[in-house]
C-alpha cells in the first residue's frame, strides 16, 4: 500500500527552527508538496519539490531525497502565526495524491 | 477576493436525509476536486472531474455522487447521510491537472457536516 508518515505533533519555541520530517512509500514518485493548515482553515500550498535537494522560500525551505523516501519542512525564526499543521503529499505514478495525516506544530513564547 | 466558495459552510442534518454541498470558482480552471478531511486522516479524495459533465472516482467514492454542469459549479451530494460521513469538506481547484507534477491545489474554506 501507499504511505505517507509524519510525526502527529511537535512543539518549538518562538525565534528557533524546526525541522518536519515526512517519510513516504508510494507507487512511483512525481513530486511531493507541502501544504499549510491553520486550524479551522484551508490548507495554502508551502512548497513544491520534484527532484533531490533543497528548495529555499523566505524562512521555509523543503528538502528532498527520492532514494531515500524522505522529505522535510524547516522553519527559520519561528514566528507565533507559525503555529498550524503542516500537510506532506506525495504524487504518484498515476498522479494521484496521497496525503500524510499532518503535523501539529506548537509554537511557545 | 476569493477565487473559490463553498457553501454551506456549516450543517448539522439527520441520518438518512439527501445533502447537497456546492462548490463555486471565479478562475476558470478546469479541475476541481472534492476531499474530505478527519482527525489522523490525511486528505481523501471524493471524486474529482476534470472538465464539465467529466468526473472520476476518488478513494472514498461510497455513499457520494457529484455533478458539475458548468465549469465554476462542481456539487457533491449525499443522497442519504450516515453518521460516517460526518467530516470536514474541501474542495479544491487545479489549472494543470494530474499531468503536470506541480499540481498546485487552492482550497476552498471547507463544510462542516454533522450527521446526527
Known amino acids: 500500500g501507499q504511505n505517507i508518515d509524519q510525526p502527529t505533533e511537535m512543539t518549538a519555541t518562538e525565534g528557533a527552527i524546526v525541522q518536519i520530517n515526512c517519510t513516504y512509500q508510494t507507487s512511483g514518485f512525481n513530486g511531493l508538496f507541502w501544504y499549510q493548515q491553520h486550524a479551522g482553515e484551508a490548507p495554502t500550498f508551502l512548497s513544491y519539490?520534484?527532484l533531490d535537494g533543497l528548495e529555499e522560500k523566505g524562512r521555509f525551505s523543503s528538502f528532498l531525497s527520492r532514494s531515500k523516501g524522505y522529505s522535510y519542512l524547516l522553519l527559520k525564526e519561528l514566528q507565533m502565526k507559525d503555529s498550524a499543521s503542516y500537510l506532506c503529499?506525495?504524487?504518484?505514478?498515476?498522479?494521484?495524491?496521497?496525503w500524510g495525516a499532518g503535523t501539529k506544530l506548537i509554537i511557545k513564547p | 477576493d476569493a477565487g473559490i466558495t463553498q457553501s454551506p459552510r456549516h450543517k448539522v442534518t439527520e441520518t438518512g436525509t439527501p445533502v447537497t454541498l456546492r462548490c463555486h470558482q471565479t478562475e476558470n480552471h478546469r479541475y476541481m476536486y472534492w476531499y474530505r478531511q478527519d482527525p489522523g486522516h490525511g486528505l481523501r479524495l471524493i471524486h474529482y472531474?476534470?472538465?464539465?459533465?467529466?468526473?472520476d472516482k476518488g478513494e472514498v467514492s461510497d455513499g457520494y455522487s457529484v455533478s458539475r454542469s458548468k465549469t465554476e459549479d462542481f456539487l457533491l451530494t449525499l443522497e442519504s447521510a450516515t453518521s460516517s460521513q460526518t467530516s470536514v469538506y474541501f474542495c479544491?481547484?487545479?489549472?494543470?491537472?494530474?499531468?503536470?507534477?506541480?499540481?498546485?491545489?487552492?482550497f476552498g474554506a471547507g463544510s462542516r457536516l454533522t450527521v446526527l
Open positions: 479544491a481547484i487545479s489549472a494543470s491537472g494530474s499531468t503536470s507534477g506541480a499540481n498546485v491545489l487552492t
Open positions: 503529499a506525495v504524487m504518484d505514478s498515476n498522479y494521484q495524491l496521497i
Open positions: 519539490n520534484v
Open positions: 472531474s476534470y472538465g464539465v459533465k467529466d468526473t
